[in-house]
């Protein structure tokens, strides 16, 4: 793949969109619950219902989510190389845009709505961590197949390297034995608040860092191929 005008203004949008989220996630209209907000103790879903602008959160969603197939419209854009579209290179972009849909169907519901919202995180994981270790052998395939050939493509190994933390962060996130008790309230002087670390929304956010760090690192693998 090479560098071309959708490549990088799609790539670019979709950090833009990323980092876009995560400061209107910051910009509250009020304190949550009494308390600021804080990523280690604030849901996504309450993030977005407490955010001064719900509509630009909203539409940067929909962004963040149709820029997750950017590997796919590179290939699209350049007619030459559509036969690069190879099966795992597919995959692992539509994987990297489900686990993005899950993120954001997140918002959609709240702790009401509790088998709802657990069953989406678990798929929001799974997919993570699947597209980051398909993405991490995928890295290290093309470092190898070009090293046979007398080319060093070190990017490929450390993007490779990259998903392969970020899909390991996933396991660990997900073996996690406080999250079976994620709904433990601790008891204070007001009453029963959440702790520091509210377990389960702590490891949404993560969860969604290390799927960008991850995605951005794959992105950058697939353009030496």
């Known amino acids: ?13 979709y950090l833009v969109s990323v980092l876009a989220i995560i400061f209107l996630a910051k910009l509250t209209e009020k304190p949550i619950d009494s308390y600021e907000f804080s990523f280690k103790r604030v849901f996504p879903f309450e993030a977005l219902n407490h955010s001064k602008k719900p509509l630009a959160y909203k539409i940067l969603l929909c962004i963040f989510v149709a820029t997750s197939f950017a590997p796919i ?4 854009a350049n007619k030459g190389q559509i036969e690069n579209l190879e099966g795992l290179s597919a995959a692992i972009c539509g994987i990297f845009g489900l686990a993005a849909i899950c ?11 509790t088998t709802t919202h ?38 490929s190994l450390a993007g490779g390297l990259i998903c392969g933390v970020c899909a390991l962060a996933c396991v660990i996130i997900s073996l996690n034995p406080k999250l079976k008790r994620w709904a433990v309230l601790e008891k204070a002087d007001e009453g029963y608040v959440r702790p520091n670390v509210f377990i389960l929304a702590f490891s949404e956010w993560l969860t969604f860092f290390f799927l960008v760090i991850g995605e951005v690192s794959y992105f950058l693998v ?3 191929q």
């Open 1 to 13: 793949m090479q560098f071309t005008p959708v490549w990088i203004v799609t790539l670019c949008v």
């Open 73 to 76: 419209f590179n290939l699209l």
């Open 222 to 224: 697939l353009l030496i």
């Open 103 to 113: 993120f954001a169907f997140l918002h959609c519901f709240d702790a009401t709505h």
């Open 118 to 155: 657990l069953v989406l995180f678990v798929l929001f994981i799974c997919l993570t961590l699947l597209g980051n270790a398909l993405a991490a052998a995928k890295g290290a395939a093309i470092y190898r197949t070009y090293k046979q050939h007398g080319e060093n493509y070190y990017c």
